[in-house]
């Protein structure tokens, strides 16, 4: 549900073997879309058409950040030997200005690197080229409530997990909003370079739908058919605890958190703050093994966030680029490049803002959906 806590949530879990999910498969159910009560909130038309400009390929190649490459002059090696690889779906056509992208793909056991070339739609390519060698790329290390970029605590993914590296590159301030293309190959340790594939990118602008602006207020969540409303526990997982006597109790509730506030600001400036105001209940099992009954840990949790949103019409997705952190609990920090805290489908009505990422128990793969409704001042 946010990022401290899943952390939190997920250390517990590794920590207690009593804590562990049974491996059963995991099959995928379909949630659908809660009816709205009043009307629905179209897009504007064309909000933020400077997005479709095409960018000066030399200009973007010029002004990317990529930790660890290397930027060479002149056109990428050809294609050589027998190698191929495959980007994942899970990549997104979008990226962020600052923020950049992440591309995801495959690779060989002898991987050594890849080349990115940026070039635009009219095949104009960049002067130069990425080297970007095994390990160059990755994320620097930040705070570990940082590590989780998601508003849900026990987020999933559809996509097959053979995907298993990935390039983060960030921007410069210099790169305005537009679209340009990348094209990426790989190499091996024996000399051999992969085909290129080509990607086509949008960098989004901020903002993109003045409808969103306002103040958001949470009231419920909605988890693979189960409603759970403000300071009801949720996303509760059950321990089972063997007594010195040999008795088993099981706790149903024994992790759980609970929204006692969680509002969202939207501004007209294009930035975002969020207060996000919880309870973490955990079960005390050194004592409660002792005791052969449930005690229990309560932990007051805020985590205030400020970054910039943008809006993408075609995909009617929101997302949330936090630049400013701080944690009761964990103290506070900024994201330099920032750092993707919501990135996901919406929809909108003149009351009420829904968000909606996937979501797992463990067992069944579905989606969570967040309510929000709109602060009147």
Known sequence: MKKMYA??????????????????????IMVTEPDPTDEIVPDPVDSNTIEE????????????????????????????????????????????????????FT???????????????????????????????????????????????????????????AITINFEDTIPPGTFCYNLCIYDTNGNISAPIEVCVEIEAWGGNPNLVGNWEFTKVIALGETYELGDPYDCSESNITCKDGSKITIKEAYCYTHNSYVINLNSDNTFSLVLDGTLTSLDYPNSLEACSPIFDNRNEIYQSKGNWAYDEEEKKLTLIEFEYESNTEGAGIEENGEVFFNGAISLTTSELTLTEPYSNGIIIGEENLFFSKKIN
């Open 7 to 28: 952390l939190t949530l997920l250390a517990l879990t590794m920590s207690i073997t009593a804590c562990k999910k049974d491996d059963t498969t995991v099959e995928e």
């Open 53 to 104: 400009t095409i960018l000066n390929p030399d200009t973007v190649s010029t002004n990317l950040l990529i930790e660890g490459a290397t930027k060479k002059e002149g056109d990428a090696p050809e294609p050589k030997g027998e190698l191929s690889f495959l980007l994942s779906d899970e990549n997104s056509n979008s990226a962020f200005l600052k923020n950049g992208f992440e591309i995801i």
């Open 107 to 165: 690779k060989p056991d002898n991987y050594a690197g890849a080349y990115l070339q940026i070039s635009n739609s009219n095949d104009t390519f960049a002067d130069e080229y990425w080297d970007i060698p095994l390990n160059a790329g990755k994320k620097s290390s930040v705070s570990s409530i940082n590590k989780k970029n998601s508003f849900i605590s026990k987020q999933v993914s559809n996509k097959s997990n053979s995907y298993d590296d």
